[in-house]
Every structure is written in C-alpha cells, then in structure tokens.
C-alpha cells in the first residue's frame, strides 16, 4: 500500500525519486541495504525496454496485419460494437468501476450522462463487455487504452470489491498525484465504513448532499467531457 500513497503525493515516483527521498531523510542504512536490488532491478528494467524497442522496430512477417505494432487477437473484439478484427476498436469517453450491488446507480448514470444533451459514451462492464476473456486483461485494456477517464462509484460494497481495487489502483498508476484528472471518484449514499484512503486526495462528486445534488449531474458530466 505504500507505492500508491507515495505516488498519490507527486512525490515523483521514479527510483532516483526514492533514492532522493532517502537521503533527504537520512536513511543511509536502507540505501546501503537496497543499493545491490535496485541497481539489479534497474539493468532488467532497461534490458526489457531494449527488448520491447528491438522487436517492435521488426517488421511483422504476416502480411494480413497492417499495423508495425503488435495486436493481442485477446484484445481483440472484446466489446460489443469492437471490430472482430481489432482494426477499429470502440472508444469510450468513461470507464465505471463499480461493483454488483451498486448497479442500479449505474442505470441512473447511463440515463442521465448518455440518454440526455451530454450524449457521452460510458463503458459499463455488465453492459458492454463480451464474455470469455481473461477479466484482467480486458479491464487493464479499456481504461488505458479505451477510456479517457475513470469513474469510481465509491461505497461500502465498494471496499470489499477486489476487482474495483484493481481497477482504482491501476488508474491512479496511469496518473500518479491525479495529474490528468482521469480518476472521479462519485460518493452516491451514505457510507458507514471510512473513504478510501487511496482516493481521498482527489476531489469527490457527491450525490449525498442534498444542498448540492441539483448541480451534481452536469458537474460529472462537464468533468467527463472536458480533454
């Protein structure tokens, strides 16, 4: 739990960021300790990137792909108006992590955001994805590479929700400190369990007061539709 909190404070989430931070703090032991581990770590991580480099500068030996970077077929055709073949894949202006019991939320978030003016495009798994895929994969895929932002249907059911834990975490790493406000996190009934640490840096959209609730709507949708 400690790199997302780190990351979430712009503390420059870099290992010369760490190594930095140490000796500002003066923990010359735990520099001494970790020197042999990182440095170890830092050769694998430029020896993949070499790698990474070496194969997509080769060209593909199918002459059926027409794209010189390689395309998972798992990736492909993973939503319900995707291409098959991947060539165009749909867009989304949000993804929304929610879990099971907040679903009827979601339904009130597609009626107001995509049926009314705003016409935005929400990817709600249960709706819009095609089953038979490996989950982790298609989630890490759309909110990366599909979605230009994030909402997070915050609750209790929420917290014990491995798969919207994942999915917070995942985006937060996109955009360490909320830099690109992509992650809106959406509070929209009364909580007895705390707010999730991870998130509480980010300014909330919230559907339980009632003083602001008229304004709340167009608020979500002006932060979604903004670049």
């Keep these: 739990d400690a790199l997302p909190i780190w990351q979430a404070k712009c503390f420059r989430p870099t290992v010369g960021g760490l190594l930095d931070m140490l000796k500002r703090i003066e923990r010359h032991d735990v520099l001494t300790d970790l020197q042999q581990n ?6 694998k991580y430029l020896e993949r990137q070499s790698q990474q480099q070496n ?23 993973i939503t319900t108006r995707d291409d098959p073949l991947g060539n165009t894949p749909e867009l989304f202006d949000a993804f929304i992590c929610y879990c099971q019991n907040d679903i009827q939320f979601v339904h009130e978030m597609i009626r ?43 609750s209790d059911d929420y917290l014990s929700s491995s798969e919207c834990d994942f999915q917070t975490k995942f985006a937060l790493g996109l955009c360490p400190g909320a830099r690109e406000k992509r992650l809106i996190p959406v509070k929209y009934k009364a909580m007895k369990k705390q707010f999730p640490n991870i998130l509480r840096f980010i300014t909330v959209c919230d559907y339980t007061n009632p003083c602001t609730q008229g304004w709340f709507w167009n608020r979500l949708a002006k932060a979604l539709l903004n670049s």
């Design 112 to 154: 107001q955001l995509e049926q009314t003016e705003y016409k935005l495009k929400l990817c709600v798994f249960d709706r819009d994805v095609l089953p038979g895929t490996c989950v982790w994969s298609i989630t890490s895929e759309l909110i990366e590479k599909r979605c230009r932002k994030m909402v997070v249907v915050i």
């Design 38 to 43: 990182i440095e170890a770590d830092c050769i």
């Design 55 to 77: 194969e997509y500068s080769q060209p593909l030996q199918d002459p059926v792909v027409g794209s010189s970077f390689p395309r998972s077929q798992e990736l492909a055709g």
